[in-house]
T-cell receptor, first 115, second 114 residues
Framework: AQSVTQLDSQVPVFEEAPVELRCNYS??????LFWYVQYPNQGLQLLLK??????LVKGINGFEAEFNKSQTSFHLRKPSVHISDTAEYFC?????????????FGTGTLLAVQP | EAGVAQSPRYKIIEKRQSVAFWCNPI?????LYWYQQILGQGPKLLIQ????????DSQLPKDRFSAERLKGVDSTLKIQPAKLEDSAVYLC????????????FGPGTRLTVL
């Protein structure tokens, strides 16, 4: 079974500052890793994904994440945030060899960008 | 390309009443998912369909929840009778059938049970 831990429930940051949202996972099998963003009253949108290959993954809106297998982490970063980045961010895993493509989500981190 | 459509967007009911949610996936997507997102938690998969067959319903509370996808396109999720703890956002997602396939999410239905 897999699980995802997002230790920070809320991250306040000033506009144009860098930010890192932390994600750690637990799994007995190889996994795919994802970050989704959820704006108020909207569904989830895929930010980026790690399937294989380079451990540094670039996504939309200037976000990137790095897969660290030894630390079982997949932290999300952005060098300079905007007010419009204010949203809930979810880390998720999926069993690489699974038949169902099922996503296991963390509890989310609210990124609050202040002017 | 139209996204995943869900209705209603909001629903308020009394406990022990019944409620139904509707989802129309992206055209051509064979796989459809229903997730429950309780406030302060991440989404949890309730049921997954491949065409009109159930692939995974291991976390669906079958004594009160039911779902169907009769023609392999639209889907309905029903709760009967509702409990207070069913208050949540119900998200529908769809994906095409490839080895790995991105799930596209609808806007969700926010259910409040009083």
């Amino acid at each position: 079974a897999q699980s995802v831990t997002q230790l920070d429930s809320q991250v306040p940051v000033f506009e144009e500052a860098p930010v890192e949202l932390r994600c750690n996972y637990s799994s007995s099998v190889s996994v795919y890793l994802f970050w989704y963003v959820q704006y108020p009253n909207q569904g989830l949108q895929l930010l980026l994904k790690y399937l294989s290959g380079s451990t540094l993954v670039k996504g939309i809106n200037g976000f990137e994440a790095e897969f660290n297998k030894s630390q079982t982490s997949f932290h999300l970063r952005k060098p300079s945030v905007h007010i419009s980045d204010t949203a809930e961010y979810f880390c998720a895993v999926s069993d690489r060899g699974g038949a169902t493509n099922k996503l296991i989500f963390g509890t989310g981190t609210l990124l609050a960008v202040q002017p | 390309e139209a996204g995943v459509a869900q209705s209603p967007r909001y629903k308020i009911i009394e406990k022990r009443q019944s409620v139904a949610f509707w989802c129309n996936p992206i055209s051509g997507h064979a796989t459809l998912y229903w997730y429950q997102q309780i406030l302060g938690q991440g989404p949890k998969l309730l049921i997954q369909f491949q065409n009109n067959g159930v692939v995974d319903d291991s976390q669906l509370p079958k004594d009160r929840f039911s779902a169907e996808r009769l023609k392999g396109v639209d889907s309905t999720l029903k709760i009967q009778p509702a409990k207070l703890e069913d208050s949540a956002v119900y998200l529908c997602a769809s994906s095409s059938s490839t080895i790995w396939n991105e799930q596209f999410f609808g806007p969700g239905t926010r259910l409040t049970v009083l």
